[in-house]
Structures are given as C-alpha cells and as structure tokens.
C-alpha cells in the first residue's frame, strides 16, 4: 500500500505506542505523523548554556545544569509526601523534588550516574531546589540532535502529570524526522515565489522549526511557515470570489439616468464627500461589469452611508430595476422608509415600507404593487426575505446593519430576481483591513472613512460613581438647553437578573430626581414586549420624553439627532466596539455632544485601557485595532465561527506584514492563472487541493 506516509498513526512513531498515541489524542488532537510534523513549538530555549550549581540564583527559569545524582530519598509529611534527590557538582549542592509519579521515578533514576538536569530554580529554606526537573542521562543528552534552540512544545495539564514534557516531544519529533528522512518534505510553495520572497524550502523550515540551528534560521523558518499559511488562506478566498464571479452573472446598470441626474443636480441636501463619491463609483463600476456585486461598506456611525447606498439604488431604477433596502429592527426600517420618502419628496418615484406590523389589507397592496413594478424601492425587516414578497423585477439589495443577518437570510435575498441582484451590505462596525482580508475575502470592500464636514466632535468624559450627582445636574442643564439624554445600561445574559435590578434602580434614582410633569422618561429593555418597546422609543424619537434609560437594545442604527448626551453605565463591562457603537447614537445634530463613561473606582488594566481609548479618539478603525488588540482575534464579533482564523503558525494581529504580502502574492498569481494550471503553478496547486481535501475531511468528522 503506498501511502502518503505523513497520514501513518501516530502510536506507529517510535517512542510513541498505543498508550502515549491516546494521549497526544485526547490532549493535543494530534492524529498522524504529519499532525506532529505541524505542531509548532510556543518557543525557544537557548540549550547551550551549562551552569554551575554556584552560578545560579534562585527564581531563575531554564537553568541547565551536568551533575551527579547521589540520593533519593522519600520524604513523609501530613500534607502528603515527595521524593527528593540530591544532585551535586564540583561547585555545589541542589535538590531535586517530585511531587506525582515518584514510583515510576524511582524505579528509572539512576543512583550515581551523571545527568543534565533542566528546569527552575527556587530556594526553600538555605537549599536550592529543582521541582519536577527535566532529566536525561549525559550520554544520552550527547546523542540525541543538540540544537542551540530547544522547542517548547504547547502542553496540557494531563501530558505534564504524565511526565510527558516537552523534551519528550522533542524526542518524538526527532524520531519522525529519521524515521521520514530528511529532505523527504515536498516543496509546496513555487520556485517564483520562493525567490520573490527569499524564502527557505519546505524542508529547512520544517526541520529549523523544530531543531534550529541558529536563530537566523529560525527566524526564516517562521517566516517561511508564516507565509505560507497566510498564503493559502488567500488563495481560497481569492479563488472562490473569482469563481464566484465567472459564474454568478447579474445585471448591467448601462445608464446613469433621469433619476440618479435630477437628485444630484437638484436635490442633494449638501455635497457629497469625497469618501462618499469614491465609493459611489467603485459600486457603479462593479455594476456595469455584468458579474454580481457582493461589496461590503465599512463605514463609521454618521459617515453617511445611507445616502450612498440611496444613490445606489437611484442608478438601478433608472436602468429599469427595483431596488431593496433590509434594516434589523422596525425601528430601523422606519427611519429609513422616512428619510428616503423626504429625499423622494419632489421625484416620481414611490417607496413603501413593510415590516411584521404592516397591516393584512396593506401588505397586500404592496405585494401587488411590487409584482407590477409600480414600487421603486421597498423598505423594510425580514419581512422582504418571506417567500409572499415577489419583485417584478428587484435590481439591488441593500443591507443595513449586516452582523445582524445571518447568511441564510442573505441568501434569500439572492433568490428574488432571475440572476441574484446586486448586493451592498453596510456596517458601522469597522473592522480592521488585515481581519477584513481574511474574514472577507469573498467580499469587496469599501470604506467610507471621512465625516461630513462640520460635525464637532463628540466630547468623551470618564467619571466615577461617585460623581453622579454633578453628572445628574450636567443633564438637568443640557435639558434645559433643548437636549436630549440617553442612559445606557449593560446587559448580559449570565447576570441577567442583576443587570435587570440596575437598570431599575437606576431609572428610580432617575426619576426622583428627573420629576414629572417637567421631566419625561422613557424605558427600554429586552424584557419588553416588541410592540411596548417600540411605543417608548417612538416617543423619545418624536422629543416627548428627554431621557431615555435603556439596555443595549438601542444600539443599533437609531438616530436622534437632537440626543446630544450618552451615558453609559458601568461602562467597564463593556467592549469597546459596543462602547463606540452607543456613543454613534449621539452627535448627530449641530449640537455639541457628550458621552460620559460612568464606571466605578476598580478597574482591570484592560478596562482602563478602552476607557483611555474612547476618550482620546473618536475613530472608529483605530478602535477597531486597540479592539483587536485586546481581545485577539478569535473574539471579535462573528469571527469565531469562520475558521478562517484557526492557525497554526501566524498571528493576524502581528504578522499583518507577511499577510499583506502573502495576499498581494496570491493575487498576482490568480489574476494571472485563475485555476492555477501553469506548470510553474503545479506545487501550488498540488498544496491547495491537499489542503482543501484535508479540510472537508475534517469538516465530515467535527
Ligand atoms: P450612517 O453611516 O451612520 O448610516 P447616515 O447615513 O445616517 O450615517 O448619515 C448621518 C447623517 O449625516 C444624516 O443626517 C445625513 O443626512 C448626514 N450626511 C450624510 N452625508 C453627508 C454629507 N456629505 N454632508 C453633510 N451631511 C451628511
Ligand atoms: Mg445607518
């Protein structure tokens, strides 16, 4: 049977069995040879040094140390018992101590034999101790590989109870090597880019990965490794959105007509940015190719991003199509459908709005009405994705709000027309470009990155509890101004009942002090029923009441221009991505604005530093990155289920670098041969199709 011999089981290896092949199993989903091949160490020691027992001092970490073992002796004590050896040098004394596997030890260790010893040292006492060290017999420790970097494998609990350390693994690691022979590692990476980039081969890196000859070397071999994983990465997304591309037709918006013409000319309400233009024309160029646009617009809370993709809109109703626009909540969708019914005002088109709440007899006039096209644009919820909704004929979709839908949902949209309409999804969470790249790369992406001019920046306050009554009459005082106030609290669903009892606490120490009649409040928590909810946010919208006290449910997209004051409370317990979201609701109007981060005084680090960043930026991308910063990847919003992150090697966040590259490389390469049939192409190729057929395989067992 002639096997790839990197799919060979593990217990096969030597130094390995059944026993150990369960272990590396359970505790490290290592399965194969190659799973070890590709187990990359956390880091690296430098095994050169030797010390002397008179060197060392004691709390040193990776302290490595030839002596004699001269004793072992059981030491009984009530709070259980340890084995202690003696260890000695021609300069000194050092005790060796073990807690767990003292049978097995006693049994293995060798009375007067030299050995090299590794690990901390502590002082206990006058003593110098060694805990659990690691040991190997000097002879041993002179045959085995001696590389001046020794690997530190990733461990378990489990695998260090067991003993199983990380010199074991090296050891194992050592034996795949002979066992396989080296040189024996195909190049998977082409000879054009290995010499664009400089890159060592396959076979250095692997073996410099886990036995580095110099740091030099080690260093190349990460890069080597680092880059080609980012590579593959690239080359599947980019590869999917060019076959998504070839395959997925949709319409040409040939003309820029009447519609789009007169609303510029006449009835844009201000000048458009230069932010705004540029993303304009990158959707009228993807529209005019006759291949589906799936673009994404990044865009910071108040960019404007509505009236681009209104815009939008206005060139496929002049090319004969309709168009869609999907909000996440009533709410939403209605100030759309009033908004985009004023910018309509004075044109010939008409608009509707449907959502769970549109009345039978209503809804249907508007079905009848979009199957003879007499509706332009339909604004609405999840309600348009029903399968009743049928368009005459729907030319684009437009998202709001994205992370709010799922793909599923998305995908219905597809299904309206003939071809799939043109989609443009709109978020006011920015995410940072390299995440961008590899979360989205079947999308393409544009950002508006520049506020309309004229705005007053948002003014960002940090201030304790303690200081809640000056910050009560700082609202009293905006009140009297004419202004409006939002009290936001947290809630999160472990502490559901706590959170539910602060915000009622909260709204009482509110209302004592904010009296009826002068004072009105409105109050909004996820507990409500949709239709109470939606009556107290309609009446803090239309200026009745001045405060609204809410849960995060008023997150998203509201827009209150007159509300010039955020507070948010325990605003420590929140992330920063969600802190930057609620402080969009405010400075929407001329007025200048406030938010006011209220915490109280025991902060964790990483709390100080997002209340830091929020008062000194209100730039939602460098947000983004101190975001991405703290938290890492895995945790942002909707990544965890991509998988696209799961790497063995490379750091998003660190190696942005070698991303970039990786991705400009993957580019040049597809765009010149999209299915990779070049000879000089053939290792790519080869290396992604291994890659895919792994990848479902392990999709069909998880
Ligand atoms: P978001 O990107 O958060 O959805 P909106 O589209 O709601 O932002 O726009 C926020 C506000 O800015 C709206 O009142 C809109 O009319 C206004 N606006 C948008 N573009 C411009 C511009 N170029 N100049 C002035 N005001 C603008
Ligand atoms: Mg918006």
Redesign the pocket.
């Known amino acids: 049977m002639q096997q790839n011999p990197l799919s060979t089981p593990i217990e096969y290896l030597n130094g390995v069995g059944p026993q150990r092949g369960d272990m590396l199993r359970k505790e490290l989903r290592m399965f194969t040879y190659g799973d070890l091949l590709h187990l990359f160490p956390n880091r690296y020691i430098d095994k050169t040094k030797y010390f002397k027992i008179n060197e060392v001092s004691p709390n040193t970490s990776d302290v490595q140390i030839v002596g004699r073992l001269v004793g072992l002796q059981d030491v009984k004590q009530k709070r259980g018992s340890r084995l202690v050896g003696t260890f000695v040098d021609d300069t000194g004394q050092i005790d060796l101590v073990w807690f767990r596997a003292t049978t097995w030890l006693k049994k293995n260790l060798k009375i007067n034999q030299v050995y090299v010893i590794f690990g901390k040292v502590t002082k206990f006492g006058i003593t110098l101790n060694m805990a659990h060290p690691e040991m190997e017999l000097l002879e041993e420790h002179k045959r085995n590989l001696r590389t001046a970097m020794q690997a530190v494998y990733p461990s378990t609990e489990k695998l260090s109870k067991a003993n199983f350390t990380s010199r074991t693994m090296s050891r194992i690691v050592q034996a795949l090597f002979y066992q396989l022979g080296s040189g024996r590692f195909r190049e998977t990476l082409s000879q054009e880019i290995i010499d664009k980039h400089k890159l060592i081969s396959k076979n250095d890196a692997l073996f410099n990965i886990h036995f580095p000859v110099s740091q030099d070397f080690l260093s190349k071999a990460q890069f080597r490794l680092k880059f080609e994983e980012l590579f593959y990465i690239q080359v599947e997304l980019i590869s999917k959105k060019l076959i998504r591309k070839n395959r997925l037709k949709s319409y040409v918006f040939e003309n820029v007509g009447e519609h789009f013409n007169d609303f510029y000319n006449n009835h844009l ?5 230069g932010a ?1 233009k540029r993303v304009l024309k990158e959707i009228r160029k993807d529209t005019l190719q006759g291949e589906h646009m799936n673009r994404l617009i990044q ?11 209104f815009m939008s809109m206005l060139i496929a109703i002049d090319n004969g199509y309709q168009a869609t626009l999907m909000a996440p909540t009533s709410i939403l969708a209605t100030q759309h459908n009033e ?1 985009i019914s004023e910018l309509v005002d004075k044109m010939d088109l008409r608009v509707e709005l449907l959502t769970g709440a549109t009345k039978t007899a209503k809804r249907r006039k508007i079905h009848e009405a979009l199957l003879s096209g007499e509706i332009d644009i339909l604004i609405g919820t999840h309600a348009l994705i029903e399968d009743k909704v049928v368009y005459k004929n729907l030319g684009i979709a437009i998202i ?1 709000e994205q992370h709010r839908f799922g793909v599923a949902q998305r995908a219905k949209l597809w299904k309206k027309n003939t071809l799939a309409p043109h989609v443009l999804v ?1 978020t ?1 969470t920015p995410i940072p470009r390299t995440l961008a790249m590899s979360l989205y790369g079947d999308l393409d992406i544009s950002v ?1 990155d520049e506020l ?4 007053k920046p948002i003014k960002t306050l940090h201030r304790y509890d303690s200081n809640r009554l000056r910050v009560f009459k700082f609202m009293k005082d905006e009140i009297t101004k004419g202004r409006q106030i939002y009290v936001v609290y947290p809630l999160i669903e472990e502490s559901e009942k706590m959170d539910y009892k602060d915000l009622m606490d909260g709204y009482e120490s509110i209302d004592r002090y904010f009296p009826k009649p002068e004072y009105q409040i409105s109050m909004v928590h996820g507990k409500m029923k949709p239709a109470d909810k939606e009556y107290e946010m309609n009446r803090f919208v239309k200026g009745e009441t001045q405060i609204m006290v809410a849960t995060t449910v008023i997150e998203v ?1 509201v ?1 209150v ?1 007159n509300a010039s004051v955020m507070i948010i409370e325990s605003s420590e317990r929140f992330g920063l991505s969600q802190l930057h979201q609620l402080r ?1 609701r405010v400075g ?1 109007g001329g007025e200048q604005s406030y938010c006011i981060l209220m915490t109280g005084v025991k902060l964790s680090s990483d709390s100080k530093t997002r209340l830091e960043t929020m008062v000194r930026t209100n730039d939602g991308f460098e947000i983004a990155d101190v975001d991405l910063k703290l938290r890492g990847p895995g945790d942002i919003m909707g990544t965890q289920q991509s998988g696209v992150l799961d790497m063995k090697i490379a750091d998003i966040v660190k190696d942005s670098d070698i991303l970039l590259l990786a991705r400009e490389m993957a580019l040049e390469i597809l765009n010149d041969d999209p299915l990779l049939q070049k000879p000089e192409n053939r290792p790519i190729w080869e290396t992604y199709q291994n890659i895919s057929k792994n990848k479902t395989m392990w999709g069909n067992i998880s």
């Open positions: 309400p201000f000048t458009l940015t705004q865009g910071d809370v108040g960019s404007g991003k509505t009236i681009v993709a908004g709001d709109m006011a508006i309309p001019p004229g705005r997209g827009n221009p969009g929407r």
